[in-house]
Protein backbone atom coordinates (compact mmCIF):
# COMPACT_ATOMS: atom_id res chain seq x y z
CA UNK A 1 0.00 0.00 0.00
CA UNK A 2 1.71 3.63 -1.03
CA UNK A 3 -0.80 5.67 0.74
CA UNK A 4 2.49 7.72 1.81
CA UNK A 5 2.75 8.41 -1.55
CA UNK A 6 -0.69 10.09 -2.01
CA UNK A 7 -2.52 13.21 -0.18
CA UNK A 8 -2.09 11.48 2.86
CA UNK A 9 1.15 12.52 2.77
CA UNK A 10 0.36 16.02 3.65
CA UNK A 11 0.48 17.69 7.29
CA UNK A 12 -1.59 15.59 9.21
CA UNK A 13 -1.46 19.02 12.00
CA UNK A 14 -3.72 21.14 9.61
CA UNK A 15 -6.74 19.16 10.65
CA UNK A 16 -8.21 19.56 14.50
CA UNK A 17 -9.00 16.21 16.65
CA UNK A 18 -8.10 17.54 19.95
CA UNK A 19 -10.77 17.22 22.75
CA UNK A 20 -11.16 21.47 22.66
CA UNK A 21 -12.50 21.20 19.13
CA UNK A 22 -15.21 18.23 20.49
CA UNK A 23 -17.97 20.64 21.96
CA UNK A 24 -18.12 22.79 18.67
CA UNK A 25 -17.90 19.33 16.54
CA UNK A 26 -21.25 17.86 18.83
CA UNK A 27 -22.81 21.05 17.88
CA UNK A 28 -22.15 21.65 14.06
CA UNK A 29 -21.78 17.93 13.06
CA UNK A 30 -25.32 18.07 11.48
CA UNK A 31 -25.54 21.33 9.84
CA UNK A 32 -21.88 21.39 8.79
CA UNK A 33 -20.88 18.04 7.26
CA UNK A 34 -22.21 16.95 3.58
CA UNK A 35 -22.84 13.36 3.34
CA UNK A 36 -21.11 11.27 0.56
CA UNK A 37 -22.85 8.75 -1.30
CA UNK A 38 -21.40 5.34 -2.56
CA UNK A 39 -23.16 3.16 -4.92
CA UNK A 40 -24.06 -0.07 -3.08
CA UNK A 41 -25.74 -3.01 -4.35
CA UNK A 42 -29.08 -3.66 -1.96
CA UNK A 43 -28.67 -7.20 -1.36
CA UNK A 44 -25.64 -6.44 0.84
CA UNK A 45 -26.43 -7.54 4.39
CA UNK A 46 -27.90 -5.28 7.48
CA UNK A 47 -24.74 -5.54 8.98
CA UNK A 48 -24.26 -2.43 7.79
CA UNK A 49 -26.07 -0.59 9.41
CA UNK A 50 -23.30 -1.20 12.55
CA UNK A 51 -20.73 0.71 10.56
CA UNK A 52 -20.29 4.19 12.61
CA UNK A 53 -20.76 7.46 10.25
CA UNK A 54 -22.14 5.08 7.89
CA UNK A 55 -26.24 5.29 6.58
CA UNK A 56 -27.26 2.60 4.55
CA UNK A 57 -29.96 3.67 2.19
CA UNK A 58 -31.59 1.84 -0.89
CA UNK A 59 -28.48 1.71 -3.11
CA UNK A 60 -26.29 4.27 -1.16
CA UNK A 61 -23.83 4.68 1.64
CA UNK A 62 -23.89 7.59 3.44
CA UNK A 63 -21.14 9.05 5.04
CA UNK A 64 -20.07 11.82 7.36
CA UNK A 65 -18.42 14.74 5.70
CA UNK A 66 -15.29 14.52 8.75
CA UNK A 67 -11.50 15.54 7.11
CA UNK A 68 -10.74 11.72 6.17
CA UNK A 69 -14.04 10.77 4.85
CA UNK A 70 -13.57 13.47 2.42
CA UNK A 71 -10.68 11.94 0.89
CA UNK A 72 -10.53 10.72 -2.63
CA UNK A 73 -9.83 7.20 -1.40
CA UNK A 74 -11.99 6.79 1.71
CA UNK A 75 -15.16 5.79 -0.54
CA UNK A 76 -14.00 3.54 -3.18
CA UNK A 77 -12.18 1.97 -0.96
CA UNK A 78 -15.24 1.22 1.41
CA UNK A 79 -16.98 0.62 -1.87
CA UNK A 80 -14.44 -2.34 -2.76
CA UNK A 81 -14.61 -4.00 0.87
CA UNK A 82 -18.59 -3.89 1.04
CA UNK A 83 -18.40 -5.80 -2.81
CA UNK A 84 -15.79 -8.13 -1.10
CA UNK A 85 -18.13 -8.79 1.42
CA UNK A 86 -21.20 -8.96 -0.67
CA UNK A 87 -19.28 -11.42 -3.49
CA UNK A 88 -17.98 -13.61 -0.45
CA UNK A 89 -14.11 -12.61 -1.22
CA UNK A 90 -14.77 -11.95 2.46
CA UNK A 91 -15.26 -15.66 3.63
CA UNK A 92 -18.00 -16.02 6.52
CA UNK A 93 -17.23 -16.74 10.00
CA UNK A 94 -19.21 -19.25 12.10
CA UNK A 95 -20.46 -17.79 15.49
CA UNK A 96 -17.84 -19.17 18.06
CA UNK A 97 -14.57 -19.42 15.77
CA UNK A 98 -11.66 -17.38 15.79
CA UNK A 99 -10.75 -16.80 12.30
CA UNK A 100 -7.39 -16.24 10.83
CA UNK A 101 -7.07 -12.75 9.36
CA UNK A 102 -7.17 -13.16 5.49
CA UNK A 103 -4.46 -11.47 3.95
CA UNK A 104 -5.48 -8.20 2.85
CA UNK A 105 -6.39 -7.87 6.20
CA UNK A 106 -2.79 -9.28 7.36
CA UNK A 107 -1.38 -6.30 5.34
CA UNK A 108 -3.19 -3.32 6.33
CA UNK A 109 -2.17 -4.57 9.90
CA UNK A 110 1.19 -4.27 8.86
CA UNK A 111 1.19 -1.38 7.98
CA UNK A 112 -0.47 -0.12 11.18
CA UNK A 113 2.07 -1.42 13.29
CA UNK A 114 5.04 -0.56 10.94
CA UNK A 115 6.79 2.67 13.12
CA UNK A 116 7.76 3.97 9.56
CA UNK A 117 4.01 4.19 8.29
CA UNK A 118 3.03 8.10 8.60
CA UNK A 119 0.46 8.84 11.18
CA UNK A 120 -1.34 10.33 8.36
CA UNK A 121 -1.74 6.61 7.02
CA UNK A 122 -2.80 5.10 10.15
CA UNK A 123 -5.73 7.56 11.05
CA UNK A 124 -6.80 6.95 7.15
CA UNK A 125 -6.81 3.00 7.90
CA UNK A 126 -8.14 3.30 11.29
CA UNK A 127 -11.30 5.77 9.89
CA UNK A 128 -11.44 2.83 6.64
CA UNK A 129 -12.46 -0.14 9.79
CA UNK A 130 -14.52 2.13 11.53
CA UNK A 131 -16.49 2.55 8.49
CA UNK A 132 -16.88 -0.91 7.84
CA UNK A 133 -16.90 -1.94 11.28
CA UNK A 134 -19.29 -4.86 10.49
CA UNK A 135 -16.78 -6.77 7.92
CA UNK A 136 -14.04 -6.12 10.74
CA UNK A 137 -16.02 -7.60 13.23
CA UNK A 138 -15.07 -11.29 13.02
CA UNK A 139 -12.09 -10.88 13.20
CA UNK A 140 -11.89 -8.22 16.11
CA UNK A 141 -9.89 -10.73 18.13
CA UNK A 142 -6.81 -9.86 16.28
CA UNK A 143 -7.98 -6.01 16.28
CA UNK A 144 -7.94 -5.16 19.98
CA UNK A 145 -4.37 -5.36 20.30
CA UNK A 146 -3.11 -3.15 17.78
CA UNK A 147 -5.94 -0.50 17.99
CA UNK A 148 -5.40 -0.09 22.04
CA UNK A 149 -1.32 0.16 20.91
CA UNK A 150 -2.11 3.03 18.62
CA UNK A 151 -4.25 4.77 21.33
CA UNK A 152 -2.06 4.55 24.29
CA UNK A 153 1.08 5.18 21.64
CA UNK A 154 -0.71 8.78 21.06
CA UNK A 155 -1.35 7.87 17.54
CA UNK A 156 -5.24 9.25 17.82
CA UNK A 157 -4.16 12.28 19.58
CA UNK A 158 -2.12 12.84 23.03
CA UNK A 159 -4.14 15.59 24.58
CA UNK A 160 -7.31 13.92 25.75
CA UNK A 161 -10.22 12.15 24.44
CA UNK A 162 -11.11 13.66 21.14
CA UNK A 163 -13.84 12.66 18.84
CA UNK A 164 -11.27 10.37 16.61
CA UNK A 165 -11.00 8.63 20.04
CA UNK A 166 -14.22 8.37 20.75
CA UNK A 167 -15.29 6.54 17.74
CA UNK A 168 -12.11 4.20 17.99
CA UNK A 169 -13.19 2.90 21.25
CA UNK A 170 -16.86 2.44 20.62
CA UNK A 171 -15.96 0.65 17.52
CA UNK A 172 -13.59 -1.79 19.68
CA UNK A 173 -16.77 -1.53 22.11
CA UNK A 174 -19.20 -2.99 19.62
CA UNK A 175 -17.57 -5.95 19.06
CA UNK A 176 -17.52 -7.22 22.86
CA UNK A 177 -19.53 -10.15 21.93
CA UNK A 178 -17.09 -10.92 19.46
CA UNK A 179 -14.15 -10.22 20.97
CA UNK A 180 -12.99 -8.47 24.45
CA UNK A 181 -9.18 -8.36 25.60
CA UNK A 182 -7.67 -11.87 26.14
CA UNK A 183 -7.23 -13.16 29.81
CA UNK A 184 -3.58 -13.15 29.74
CA UNK A 185 -1.54 -10.71 31.63
CA UNK A 186 -0.29 -8.71 28.35
CA UNK A 187 -3.92 -7.90 27.61
CA UNK A 188 -5.34 -7.84 31.16
CA UNK A 189 -2.64 -4.56 31.20
CA UNK A 190 -3.59 -3.32 28.45
CA UNK A 191 -7.26 -3.25 28.85
CA UNK A 192 -6.09 -1.50 32.32
CA UNK A 193 -3.83 0.92 30.63
CA UNK A 194 -6.94 1.97 28.12
CA UNK A 195 -9.39 2.70 31.11
CA UNK A 196 -6.86 4.86 33.02
CA UNK A 197 -6.19 7.20 30.21
CA UNK A 198 -9.97 7.74 29.90
CA UNK A 199 -10.17 8.42 33.54
CA UNK A 200 -7.44 10.63 33.47
CA UNK A 201 -8.82 12.65 30.75
CA UNK A 202 -12.52 11.98 31.37
CA UNK A 203 -13.21 15.45 32.53
CA UNK A 204 -14.10 18.86 30.17
CA UNK A 205 -15.09 21.86 30.86
CA UNK A 206 -18.34 21.38 28.36
CA UNK A 207 -20.69 19.62 30.13
CA UNK A 208 -21.88 18.15 27.39
CA UNK A 209 -18.59 16.43 26.27
CA UNK A 210 -18.12 15.47 30.58
CA UNK A 211 -21.00 13.19 30.46
CA UNK A 212 -20.62 11.54 26.98
CA UNK A 213 -16.75 10.80 27.99
CA UNK A 214 -18.46 9.50 31.12
CA UNK A 215 -20.81 7.52 29.36
CA UNK A 216 -18.02 6.00 27.31
CA UNK A 217 -15.79 5.64 30.53
CA UNK A 218 -18.85 3.47 31.81
CA UNK A 219 -19.43 1.64 28.97
CA UNK A 220 -15.84 0.08 28.56
CA UNK A 221 -15.85 -1.05 32.23
CA UNK A 222 -18.88 -2.92 31.70
CA UNK A 223 -17.92 -4.28 28.61
CA UNK A 224 -14.24 -4.96 29.59
CA UNK A 225 -14.90 -5.75 33.26
CA UNK A 226 -13.20 -8.95 33.48
CA UNK A 227 -10.17 -7.66 32.00
CA UNK A 228 -9.21 -4.36 33.99
CA UNK A 229 -8.65 -3.45 37.03
CA UNK A 230 -10.23 -0.19 38.59
CA UNK A 231 -6.80 2.57 37.94
CA UNK A 232 -7.59 3.72 41.98
CA UNK A 233 -4.72 6.63 41.71
CA UNK A 234 -6.12 7.83 38.77
CA UNK A 235 -9.75 8.53 40.39
CA UNK A 236 -8.09 9.76 43.40
CA UNK A 237 -6.02 12.35 41.93
CA UNK A 238 -9.52 13.06 40.00
CA UNK A 239 -11.16 13.99 42.91
CA UNK A 240 -8.30 15.84 44.52
CA UNK A 241 -7.69 17.62 42.26
CA UNK A 242 -10.18 20.25 41.93
CA UNK A 243 -10.68 20.50 45.58
CA UNK A 244 -10.43 24.22 45.71
CA UNK A 245 -12.97 25.00 43.10
CA UNK A 246 -15.46 22.19 43.61
CA UNK A 247 -14.79 20.17 40.44
CA UNK A 248 -13.41 17.21 43.01
CA UNK A 249 -17.14 17.14 44.96
CA UNK A 250 -18.90 17.39 41.01
CA UNK A 251 -17.01 14.32 39.46
CA UNK A 252 -17.57 12.61 42.64
CA UNK A 253 -21.00 12.60 42.42
CA UNK A 254 -20.89 12.04 38.82
CA UNK A 255 -18.75 8.59 39.59
CA UNK A 256 -21.11 7.63 41.99
CA UNK A 257 -24.49 8.32 39.87
CA UNK A 258 -23.46 6.89 36.75
CA UNK A 259 -21.86 3.49 38.89
CA UNK A 260 -19.12 3.30 37.24
CA UNK A 261 -18.05 0.53 39.86
CA UNK A 262 -20.95 -1.39 39.61
CA UNK A 263 -20.35 -2.15 36.38
CA UNK A 264 -17.16 -4.23 37.96
CA UNK A 265 -19.24 -5.91 40.72
CA UNK A 266 -17.20 -3.91 42.99
CA UNK A 267 -19.33 -2.26 46.10
CA UNK A 268 -18.19 1.60 46.17
CA UNK A 269 -17.14 0.86 49.96
CA UNK A 270 -14.52 -1.35 48.49
CA UNK A 271 -13.70 1.39 45.53
CA UNK A 272 -13.47 3.90 48.95
CA UNK A 273 -11.12 1.14 51.15
CA UNK A 274 -9.08 1.00 48.12
CA UNK A 275 -8.42 4.47 47.69
CA UNK A 276 -7.42 4.90 50.89
CA UNK A 277 -4.97 2.37 51.65
CA UNK A 278 -3.41 3.26 47.59
CA UNK A 279 -3.37 7.02 48.49
CA UNK A 280 -2.16 6.96 52.06
CA UNK A 281 1.33 4.85 50.22
CA UNK A 282 1.34 7.33 47.66
CA UNK A 283 1.07 10.40 50.08
CA UNK A 284 3.53 8.63 51.88
CA UNK A 285 5.78 8.58 49.11
CA UNK A 286 5.41 12.41 48.41
CA UNK A 287 6.89 13.20 51.73
Known sequence: MYLGDSSLHEDINQYDFSASGASQFLADKDKNRKPALVKKSSTEPDDDQEDRGVIVEEDYVELDMDELNQHECMAPS???????????????????????????????????????????????????????????????????????????????????????????????????????????????AMASRVVDFLMKNVYHETKQVFKSNLDLLKTTLQCWKDRVEIPYKSVYELLKGGENDGRGIQDKNKLTEKDFFKAQNQPLQDFAANCWVDTNSWDQERD
Not at 85 to 90: E, G, P, T, V
Not at 131 to 147: Q, V, Y
Open 78 to 188: IALLKHMQQSSIIPKVEVGVVPELPQWMKNIMDKLKNPRTTRNVKLYLTKLIINTSSIFKPFARHWLRPLCQLLLGGTYGDSGINVFLVDVMVTMLSWNKVAIPQDSPEEK
